[in-house]
Every structure is written in C-alpha cells, then in structure tokens.
C-alpha cells in the first residue's frame, strides 16, 4: 500500500502570514507530486505540481519537493481568509499493473483569521 | 472546453440498491479514474479505465465496477449498497502515460446518501 501523510490539522494562521503545509511519502519510485485545494463541499482543485528535486513557486504558492527524504511541501504567502480549505497532497505512484495513479493524503485544514 | 462532467450531483438510495454514476472526462483526455472521498477524508482510489478497460483498482470490494466507453465516457457502479457507502464520488479524467503525469482534473462529484 503506497502512503501519503499529511497532518489533519487545523492550521490556523493570521492573515499575511505564511502557511506552511507538508506532506511525507512512502513510495521512492514516485515521479509527480500535485497539491489540491478543496474548499468544504467541493471537489478537489490542482493549484501546484512538481516534478524535481527543489523549489516551484506560481504567484503566492511555493511547492518543495526533496525525494531522498521523501518530503513535499507547499508554503503559501500572504494568506488571505479565501485560502481557508483543505489542502490535499497527492503523489502519482506505480500499481503493480505498472501504470501510475494519484495517491491522496488525508488532508490539511488551513484556517486564515482575519 | 468542457471539463469533467459528473451526473448525477445528488442521490439517496436504500440499503441493498444498485447505484450507477457517470463521467464525461475533459475533452482530449482518455484514462477516467474514480475516487471515493468520505467526510473528513482524502479521497480514495477506486479503479481506473483506460482502453474500455479497468487498468487497476484500489482496495475496493467486488460490488464496485466501472466500465468505458468508446468516446471514453465511464461509468461507476455499486451493488448492494451499504451504509458506509455514503460518500461524495470523484471522477478525475487525465491523459494516458507511462511517464510523467500532469495532474488529474476532477469532475464536481456525486454525493450518495445510502438510508
């Protein structure tokens, strides 16, 4: 069973702040790591993918990925009462059948106090 | 250009009914995955079909199948129902590789109610 971790939360953070969210998993052949962002009731959103070892930022969002720890993470700068979802972490790992499909974690609820 | 179309968006079904869920993926994508995602909880992978076939499956009993259709259209279906079937059901369409994968594109859902 390959594993994607992520703490439950709430994270709750002023607004302005930093959001730090982070994700650990368990399958080294993994290739595409993807966050999601899902608002309560909706379905999941791609806001940020990454493929390499390193930094990948898109305006305020900033993905981390570190494969030999096994780690990807997603910061988000200047956080607004609108970023208040859940976030979810998603690592694109091999079956046996030896194609590839999107493992999800459990979720990370972000709240933005105004 | 369209994106992924599940219908219905709503169900309530009995105990021991049949369900059927469809998906119409994204235009230009052929491989349709379904997930289940319970309140609270990521969402879990059910099978995926690519070719009119399934490719593989999560760890899901037998009562849950699928099927495509040549113009990659999918559908999800569930025998008796159980209560713990209640969940909120995710299409996501994407485009087949072996390599690397850019991102699955969800559908809205189907929230099922079993009473």
């Known amino acids: 069973q390959k594993e994607v971790e992520q703490n439950s939360g709430p994270l709750s953070v002023p607004e302005g702040a930093i959001a730090s969210l982070n994700c650990t998993y368990s399958?080294?052949?993994?290739?595409?790591f993807f966050w999601y962002r899902q608002y309560s009731g909706k379905s999941p959103e791609l806001i940020m993918s990454i493929y390499s070892n390193g930094d990948k930022e898109d305006g305020r969002f900033t993905a981390q990925l570190n494969k030999a720890s096994q780690y990807v993470s997603l910061l988000i700068r200047d956080s607004q009462p609108s970023d208040s979802a859940t976030y979810l972490c998603a690592v694109n790992a091999f079956m046996d059948t030896g194609r590839r499909a999107l493992t999800f974690g459990s979720g990370t609820r972000l709240q933005v106090q105004p | 250009d369209a994106g992924v179309t599940q219908s219905p968006t709503h169900l309530i079904k009995t105990r021991g009914q049949q369900v059927t869920l469809r998906c119409s993926p994204k235009?230009?994508?052929?491989?349709v995955s379904w997930y289940q995602q319970a309140l609270g909880q990521g969402p879990q992978f059910i099978f995926q079909?690519?070719?009119?076939?399934?490719?593989q499956r999560g760890n899901f009993p037998d009562r849950f199948s699928g099927h495509q259709f040549p113009n990659y259209s999918s559908e999800l279906n569930v025998n008796a129902l159980l209560l713990g079937d209640s969940a909120l059901y995710l299409c996501?369409?994407?485009?087949?590789?072996?390599?690397?994968?850019?991102?699955?594109?969800f559908g809205s859902g189907t929230r099922l109610t079993v009473v």
């Open positions: 996501a369409s994407s485009l087949s590789s072996y390599n690397r994968n850019y991102g699955y594109t």
């Open positions: 079909y690519y070719e009119e076939e399934e490719r």
């Open positions: 399958d080294r052949g993994s290739q595409s």
């Open positions: 235009s230009g994508h052929d491989t």
